[in-house]
C-alpha cells in the first residue's frame, strides 16, 4: 500500500472514529432529549416524561444514522449556548485560531531552532547552560500563566504558543542536532576544515531533517493546545475560546465539533509530515 | 549536576512532606473563612495574607501542594499502567494485536489532549463534591495520558521480545505469563519509570491550566490552579507580591520534578 493510501485511510479514520465517539458522547451525555420546554410550570411529570420520550425513542441506530447523514451534509448542528449552528460559529472563529497559531509556531521555532543552533554551532558552554534554564523555566510555567503575564504587560497574546512551543523545539531539536554534529564523518568533515555554515547545511540538518520534520508536527498539536488558555483568557475570539465557552456551558455538540476539526487538522499536519519526512529520505539515499 | 539533582530531589522530599502533615502544619482548615479579615496582608497569624474571602492563603497553599503533589503522581501511575498493560502486551505479542493497538494508539495521539480533557470534564455532573471533582480531574489526566508511553513501551517491549535472552528462554519452554512477568515487566521497568517522571509535571501543569480556566478542582478545595486564579486580579499584583507564591511554588516542583529526570530519561 502506498505512502499516500495509508495517510488517507488514517485521515479518514480519524474522522469516523471522532465522528462515531462524538455521536456516543452526545447521546449518552447527561441532558439529552432534555428541551426548554420542560421549564414550563404548567406541564406536569407525565406530559414532561411523554415529550422527553417523544424525543428520545428513535434508537440508537437512527440516532447515529441521523448523526452521520448530518455530518456528511456538512451540518455540525447548533450551539446550545450561543443559539447559532456551529459550522457558522467555526467559519468565524477559525482564522483567528489559524493566525494564532502560525504565528505562534513561526516566533517559537525561529526562537528554538536558531538558539539550538546556535549552542550547536558555537560550543560555547554558557550559552547551552543560559539557554538550557531559560527553556527550563518556561518549560514549568502553565500556558495559562504565561496568558495572564502578556495580558498584564501588554504584549501581543498571540507570541503565548510561541512560548509554549519553544522550550519543547530547543530540548529536542539541540539533542538531535548535537547528536548528529557528533557522527564520525561530521569530525572528519571539521578536521578536514569544512566551515561552521557549510558542515550545519550539507551535513547536521540533512540527517536530521526527518525527525525536525515530525517534531513539527507535533508542535502543532501543542500550538492548539495552548491556543485554549491563551484566548480564553487574553478575549481572543478564536476556537479556543469558544471550546472553553462550550466547556463552562456544558454544550457537548460544540466542544465536539471543535475537537474533531482540530483533530483533523493535527492528523493532515501528521500526514504532510510523514510525507515530507519520506520524501526527504528518499532524496537523501 | 549531581548536586543540582540531590537539591531538587531533597526540595521535593521536603515539600511532599511539609503538605502530607498539612493537617498539623497549616494554622487552619483550607476552608476556614475570617470574615473580619478579608484580603489580609501576611502576618503572625496568617503567613501570606488571607484570599478575598477571608481564608488563610497559606494553608490553602499547603493543602493546594498536597492535592497536585498526591494525585498527580496518582494520575501518573495510572496512565504509566495503561500504557504498560497496551504497549507492552502490543510489543510483546505482535502481529495483528500490535498493529491494531498501535492504529488506536495513533489515532489516540491524534485527538488534541486538552481539547479531549474539556470536553469530558464537561460531560460530567456539574453537582459534584470538590473531593470527586479533584479525583475526577486527576482520574481523566490518567486515563487520557496513556497514548504517547504506549508507544514508548510498546517499542521497547518488541525489543526485548525479539531478543536473545527471550528466544534462549523460549527454547526451554518457558510459559507465556512466567515470560511475562519474570522477564518482560523488569526489563520494561526503566522505560516504565522514566514515564511516569514524565508524566507527574506534565499533569501538575495541565492542572494549573485546567484550574485556571475554571474547570479544574471545584472550591472550595485548593489546587495550584485554583490558587494561581488569583493572579488574575492585576491590580493587586504589585502590592500583593505574596499572591506570587503559589506561581513559585508551581514552577520549584515542576523544575525539580525535570532536575530528577537525567538527560537520558528525557531523551525517551
Request: aromatic share 10%; with cysteine.
Amino acid at each position: 500500500m502506498s505512502v499516500f493510501a495509508k495517510h488517507a485511510i488514517r485521515v479518514v479514520l480519524v474522522v469516523l472514529l471522532g465522528g462515531i465517539l462524538g455521536a456516543t458522547l452526545i447521546r449518552f451525555a447527561p441532558g439529552f432529549g432534555v428541551d426548554e420546554a420542560e421549564l414550563d410550570t404548567r406541564l406536569n411529570r407525565e406530559s414532561i416524561e411523554a415529550m422527553r420520550h417523544a424525543r428520545t425513542n428513535d434508537g440508537v441506530v437512527s440516532f447515529y444514522v441521523s448523526y452521520f447523514g448530518r455530518l456528511f451534509r456538512g451540518d455540525l448542528g447548533m450551539s446550545q449556548t450561543l443559539q447559532r449552528p456551529v459550522a457558522e460559529l467555526l467559519r468565524e472563529r477559525l482564522p483567528e485560531t489559524m493566525k494564532a497559531v502560525g504565528l505562534g509556531l513561526a516566533f517559537g521555532w525561529v526562537l528554538g531552532f536558531s538558539m539550538a543552533v546556535a549552542v550547536v554551532t558555537w560550543r560555547v558552554w554558557y550559552f547551552d547552560l543560559a539557554a538550557g534554564i531559560l527553556a527550563g523555566v518556561v518549560l514549568c510555567l502553565p500556558a495559562a500563566v504565561m496568558a495572564l503575564a502578556f495580558l498584564l504587560l501588554q504584549a501581543p497574546a498571540r507570541l503565548v504558543i510561541g512560548l509554549v512551543i519553544f522550550p519543547k523545539v530547543f530540548r529536542y531539536s539541540r539533542n538531535l542536532l548535537a547528536r548528529s554534529a557528533a557522527a564520525p564523518h561530521i569530525i572528519t568533515a571539521r578536521a578536514k576544515g569544512a566551515g561552521e555554515a557549510r558542515v550545519l547545511f550539507w551535513h547536521v540538518l540533512p540527517a536530521t531533517a526527518p525527525q525536525l520534520l515530525a517534531l513539527a508536527a507535533v508542535s502543532v498539536s501543542v500550538a492548539f493546545t495552548a491556543a485554549i488558555p491563551m484566548e480564553a483568557l487574553c478575549d481572543l475570539p478564536g476556537i479556543g475560546q469558544l471550546a472553553w465557552k462550550a466547556a463552562l456551558g456544558r454544550d457537548i455538540a460544540l466542544l465536539i465539533d471543535i475537537t474533531m476539526i482540530v483533530a483533523l487538522i493535527t492528523v493532515l499536519a501528521n500526514s504532510v509530515s510523514d510525507f515530507a519526512g519520506h520524501a526527504f529520505q528518499r532524496t537523501d539515499a | 549536576m549531581r548536586y543540582v539533582r540531590g537539591a531538587a530531589i531533597a526540595f521535593l522530599l521536603v515539600t511532599t512532606v511539609a503538605c502530607l502533615f498539612a493537617n498539623v502544619i497549616a494554622p487552619e482548615g483550607y476552608a476556614h473563612q475570617f470574615r473580619e479579615l478579608p484580603n489580609a496582608a501576611p502576618s503572625r497569624q496568617h503567613l501570606l495574607g488571607t484570599d478575598d474571602l477571608g481564608r488563610d492563603r497559606f494553608s490553602r497553599v499547603l493543602y493546594g501542594t498536597r492535592v497536585s503533589l498526591v494525585l498527580a503522581p496518582a494520575a501518573a501511575l495510572l496512565a504509566s499502567l495503561l500504557a504498560a498493560l497496551i504497549g507492552g502486551t502490543a510489543g510483546f505479542l505482535g502481529g495483528w494485536f500490535e498493529r491494531c493497538a498501535m492504529a488506536a494508539t495513533d489515532l489516540f495521539l491524534s485527538l488534541p489532549w486538552l481539547f479531549l480533557l474539556i470536553t469530558v470534564r464537561a460531560l460530567l455532573p456539574l453537582n459534584v463534591s470538590p473531593f470527586i471533582s479533584v479525583v475526577i480531574t486527576f482520574a481523566l489526566l490518567g486515563c487520557l495520558g496513556w497514548a504517547a508511553g504506549a508507544r514508548v513501551l510498546c517499542a521497547d517491549a518488541r525489543a526485548i521480545a525479539q531478543s536473545d535472552f527471550i528466544l534462549l528462554a523460549r527454547a526451554t519452554g518457558i510459559s507465556r505469563v512466567r515470560l511475562l512477568w519474570r522477564h518482560l515487566i523488569p526489563n520494561l521497568k526503566p522505560v516504565l519509570e522514566a514515564q511516569f517522571w514524565i508524566a507527574i509535571p506534565v499533569f501538575i501543569l495541565t492542572e494549573a491550566n485546567l484550574g485556571l480556566l475554571g474547570l479544574g478542582v471545584a472550591e472550595p478545595m485548593p489546587s495550584w490552579g485554583s490558587l494561581l486564579r488569583e493572579l488574575e486580579n492585576f491590580s493587586n499584583l504589585p502590592a500583593q507580591p505574596w499572591l506570587f507564591v503559589p506561581l513559585i511554588m508551581l514552577v520549584l516542583v515542576v523544575s525539580s520534578f525535570d532536575l530528577v529526570l537525567s538527560k537520558e530519561e528525557l531523551l525517551i
